[in-house]
Structure formats: structure tokens, C-alpha cells
């Protein structure tokens, strides 16, 4: 049995991955060279500074893990945490619960604070389990929740839990590259996110940065992370380290890629693209509303490039037009998770597919269709 | 500050990453689709088949970790593994050490065999173990170690194991594709490879497979598996259950590469494939030993992909005259580990760089250097 694969031409407005930019897909077809070339280690350099550049940190500790976000997810948590630690994970959606559950994996105490999916977690939320639990670890947030589209506001928790004692940990998924992220004067300790939202360059990889607070809870841990892989002892000495000590073969090919995607953004501009996603936010919003779509976040925390909506109640059956747009227009847009499954959709402009054309496609679709 | 990367054209004939064929370069360019895609799903079930057809199993629970092959390994040990089991680890290089590292941070209690480096270890040193830990859950071994270029006979091995009530686990990263490698007819519970070596893909994933004898002792943990990213209850309802639930967002573009890479070892055929490298080691062997290199590896055990020589007595400073290979040839080859640091070279011949061109551009370049 042979198998060829040429696939359709799709037009990305998911919750990712994004459309690629050409120069992103032509990196990728660079012939390969060793993870340990000079050649290859003086771009990790160069990746290194952009992944600076583009969180706003100084962070020394900032490097990529060579799997997926959830795996940078994984790796701040592994890393900060020892069994026995107590830690506050606030949770609005998919991804807060999933880091509460491998905050519980690493035998920690997690106390949850648990909101509506679609709302944020407020300051009040955080003082109250700060009396429960006084003396925590860290305290992790989602700073944009994928799975609702809500953005949530980061300084002021940030002042409740160093003033605490504790590290704040942040999901940047889906905000890095897309909309004001500042992690050193926001007082992030420890951030991960991925490449295939708002960079465009393919999924793959996961950019984290330790602040020298992290960093110093990382020298004092009294025990071995649990995760070899993942274990930032091991991996530093690759990624930081003078010598570049082998540790594992880094996916020579994603890092081309995503040192083409950062210099985009470079390009660009951090606060233009920041502003791009929010101009092209408010032109997709105008023309949904119009068709009878509804957002189920309030505007006030309101995601720009990650557009949760109810469908126009004339919709009965949004699979089904979701299939419809996909096949008949090659046009990809996320359904709802969890309790949403069936009711929401999740319209994404992200990156390259962060423009007005992409919107203009998605609505004249929806027009024929509805 | 503006970067650009334009590398060198390299000569890959290191212990990894080797040269990529152009068609697996250019799938990489294939513009992105998403991980939940009806197109990609169906690709993921090919590069599913054409994973069972090169390891020569029918094993249902075969599929990719979106991560290197260190990641593999660390899938195949923390879902067997649970605190308090024992286990038998068999370290003759670094590959074997790290598995042990990682059982043991699964809380497992190991039981070494440790052999000389260049050495394989023996169905003695085996029995001797079982008699120490009689009801081991697993023994777990390195069938090509990249290390030392030793290929480890695993038959009789699978043997004991299995009386003894165990599974076998088999790192297979530098022997798939490129030795004799038979899964089901050696009867290997849980194994994982990479992309990098004899597939000649890129890193960054890797293809494991566990038997339904290893499916049942997952079935059966009394705990949750320590990682949540490489949890394969999770993971497997991804790759082959029916729903296709999101787990984490798939390395679209490294999957594009798999399978291209895997219908182009299949359009070789996997027995000439295997043919080939030994083919090609011959006349590498013949060349290097005219020159005065002398292998690490008793010939018996000698992997025909990965050539662990010792230096002639002429050269005085090897990593020099590495440097100068790579800056004036762009010929890559890797240097010892451990305790070999310094001391042998590891020639790769894998995959794409398994040709008789690649064995005289190293030895041309060689006779005019030495």
C-alpha cells in the first residue's frame, strides 16, 4: 500500500495552529544541520535573544522545549514544584484545569480557584484563597484561556502573590506575539507559551523563560524533577550552558522555523502586531454581529485574536456548518470544549492569518451559508 | 538587531541528526493544516500502518510522541513504571544510563547490569540479575547504543524476561530502519525510536509501540501516570481512539516529514534497506582500517550504522581535526561520551547519508588531512 499526501489548501481561523508564513515554510525545507553545529548553536543564541525580545524579559533562563506548549506547560510546573508544595491555580477553562492537574501529578497541594468558563479570576478570588492557603508555592494562571476566549488581567495578582512569598506562573499560550504581554514589569516568574498561534510558525515548540526568582526556587529544590526530559538542570546546560552539553537532539528543523517567525515579528514590530490584532479584532466583530453572533465573553476581558461566540439561534446544528465551511470553502474554525462543545465557536486571527482578507473569506462564507 | 540564517551546506555523518532526503524537506514546506483535520487524521493512520510495517508489528497501541526520542523513552518507562516496582536496566553506554535515571524518578527500585562500555550484555549477566530481582516489571534495554556503536542481541533476552513474568522495553532509536528489527517475532512489549537516524526525517518525534501484554500492565496502574503530556491513557485517545479527543496540538509539519520519509523507506523495501547500511559499513570499514582507525566494537556485535573507531596513533588532538573536517569539508562526525570523550570519532552512515559518495567525501577529505 502506497500512500501519497496532498492536502487541500485550508485557510486557518481555529484556535491553531495558524496559516504559516511562505518564508516560515521555506526554513523549513532547509537542508538539516547537527543541534550541535556552531552554525546551529549560534541561531539558538539568536533564537534566545528574540524569545527576549518578544516576551519583554531579561530573563536569562529563556529557552524553547522542544515539544509542544503543553509540554512547556508541564515544564514550569515540574520544575517549581516538589510533593508536599502548596499552590493556587486559578481555573476558567481547558487549560487552568489542566495545570491544576499536573500540579496534583507532582504531588502537590493544589488549591483551586475555579470560575465560570468565559469570566476571569478576580483580585478578590485571589485574596480569599490566599487565606486558605497563606504560604503557597506559586500561584498559576492562564493569561488568554484558548478554550474561552477570555483574557485575564495579570498585574495585580501578580503584587498579591509575591507579596505572598510565591512565583506567578502564566500560560501565554495564546497571548504571546498577539496582544501586550510584559513579563519582567509585570513581575512574571515563570512563563511558557507555543509557536503556533500568534508566531505562525508551525506547532512543535514551546519558548519558556525563568525569572532569577524561579531560578533560585529551582537551585533550592530538595528533591530530582520528576521528568528527565523536562528537567531544567539537564536542559540548561544545553540551551544556556558554555559548553552546550548534549542533553537530547533538538528538532534542528522547528527551530529554523521559529527563528524565521520571530524575526517577522521583529519585523513588524511587537506593538504594531499587537495592534493589528486588536484592528482586525474590531472589523471581525462588527461583520459577526451583524450575521447574529454573539460573544460569550464581556468586552472588558475580551480576547482580540481568539473569538469565542454563540451562533445566530437560527443555526441548528454548528458541526454540521463547520464541515460545510471546511469542506466547501477550506475555511478551519475551532468548535467549543468542554461544556461549550456544541454551542460556541472559536474563531481565531492569529499571526499570518491575522488579516482582513481572512476575515472577509470567513464572512462572505458565512453569508452564503446562513 | 536583524537576524538572517543561511547555514552552511553540512555533510551529516555524525551519531544525528543525518542528511533528509529533498522530498522530506520539501513536505516540511507543505503548508500547515489543522492536528484535528480530517485530512490530517488520515494521515496520521497511514504513518500509523507504515510505523507497524518498519517495525514489523501488528501492535494496536502504535503511535508518535510529539517529542524527541529521549521523550519516547521517558513515555515507554513512566506509563509501565510505578513506585516501588522493581525493574532490571542494562547500561553498557549513555543511552542505558539515562533509562535508569529516569525509572529511577519514577520511584522504581533498579537493578543494574552494568557492562564496559563497547560491550553487550550477556544472557549470564541477565540470569544473575533475575536471580537478585526475580519478579522484575520490566527489563529494559538499548538495542543499538549510540554511544559505543554495540548492537545488543535481544532475543534470548525477551526470553528470560518474559519467564520471569516481565516485559521487555527496547530503545530502538539508531537500529530501526537501518538493522534487523523484528517487534513482534522477538517479542518486545514497549519500544521507541526517533525520527533523525535511519528514517533520515527530521528530529523531534518519536514512534513508540507497546504489545497488548504492556496494554494490560497500563490498564492495570494503580496510579496516575507522573507526566499528564506523556500520559498515554490521554495520548491514545488522540492517535487511535475513535473521537480523535484533542490532547495537545500535534507538530503538524514534523508529521508532514514522517511520512514521507516512511513511504520512501517502504519504497526501498526494508530488507534492502537494511542491506544497504551493512553494505555501505562494509566499505566505510575497509576504508577507515586502511587508514588506521580501529573499531571500539568486537565485530560480532558491531552496529553497521554507527562507527565507533578509535583515532590513528598519528593523531594527537581528534576535536581539532573534527573542526577542521566540519569548517573546511562541512563533513559533520561525532566525537565520543563519557569517558570515550576524546578518545573515538562515531562515524554515522544513516539513512540518507548511507551512501558509498558519503563514505568517500569522509575518506577523501581524511587522506588528505591525516
Redesign the interface.
Known amino acids: ?5 496532498n ?4 485557510v ?1 481561523m ?1 484556535p ?5 508564513h511562505p518564508r516560515v ?11 550541535l ?4 548553536v549560534q ?1 539558538m543564541d ?1 533564537v534566545k ?2 524569545v527576549q525580545q518578544t516576551l519583554l524579559t531579561k530573563n536569562e533562563l529563556t529557552f524553547v522545549v ?6 512547556g506547560m ?1 515544564t514550569c510546573l ?1 520544575n517549581l514544584l516538589e510533593p508536599g508544595d502548596e499552590c493556587i491555580i486559578c481555573i476558567n477553562g481547558v487549560f487552568g484545569g ?1 495545570m491544576a ?2 500540579a ?3 504531588g502537590a497541594k493544589v488549591h483551586k480557584i475555579t470560575t465560570s468558563w468565559g469570566q476571569v479570576t478576580s483580585t478578590e478570588q485571589v485574596k480569599e484563597a490566599l487565606k486558605a492557603c497563606p504560604n503557597p508555592k506559586l500561584l498559576a494562571t492562564v493569561h488568554a484561556e484558548t478554550s474561552t476566549g477570555a483574557l485575564q488581567p495579570l498585574k495585580e495578582i501578580s503584587d498579591l502573590i509575591h507579596d505572598a512569598g510565591g512565583l506567578l506562573v502564566v500560560d501565554a499560550v495564546t497571548s504571546w506575539c498577539g496582544v501586550p504581554l510584559k513579563v519582567d514589569e509585570w513581575g512574571i516568574d515563570a512563563i511558557y507559551s ?1 509557536t ?1 498561534k500568534n508566531l505562525s510558525a ?3 515548540l514551546s519558548p519558556v523563560s525563568f525569572s532569577p526568582r524561579a531560578v533560585k526556587v529551582l537551585e533550592n529544590r530538595k528533591t ?6 523536562l528537567d531544567l538542570n539537564l536542559v540548561k546546560n544545553y540551551w544556556a550552558g558554555a559548553k552546550r552539553a ?9 527551530v ?2 521559529l ?2 517567525a520571530l ?1 517577522i515579528v ?2 513588524e514590530g511587537l506593538e504594531k502586531r499587537w495592534e493589528r490584532h486588536q484592528n482586525v479584532h474590531n472589523y471581525l466583530k462588527s461583520e459577526l454581529e451583524k450575521l447574529g453572533f454573539t460573544y460569550l465573553v464581556d468586552e472588558e476581558n475580551r480576547l482580540p485574536n481568539l473569538n469565542a461566540v454563540y451562533l445566530p439561534e437560527t443555526v441548528k446544528n454548528e458541526a454540521a456548518l463547520r464541515s460545510t465551511l ?1 469542506n466547501d470553502y477550506n475555511i ?1 474554525v475551532g468548535g467549543g ?1 468542554g461544556d461549550f462543545a456544541g454551542k460556541i465557536w472559536r474563531i481565531g486571527i492569529m499571526g499570518e492569518s491575522c488579516t482582513k482578507n481572512h476575515v472577509n473569506m470567513l464572512i462572505g462564507a458565512l453569508k452564503e451559508l446562513l
Chains 1, 2 share one sequence.
Open positions: 500500500m502506497k500512500y501519497t499526501f492536502p487541500q489548501k485550508r486557518l481555529g491553531g495552529p495558524s496559516d504559516a515554510l521555506k526554513a523549513m525545507a532547509t537542508p538539516l544541520i547537527g543541534h553545529d556552531p552554525q546551529f541561531m539568536e535573544d528574540m522542544s515539544a509542544p506548549g503543553s509540554a508541564e515540574v489542566r492537574d499536573i496534583e501529578r507532582c507555543g503556533q508551525p506547532p512543535g530530582k524533577v520528576q521528568s528527565w526530559f548534549y542533553h537530547h537532539t533538538a528538532p534542528v528543523s522547528s529554523y522555523a527563528h524565521e524575526s521583529l519585523e471546511l478551519e470544549l
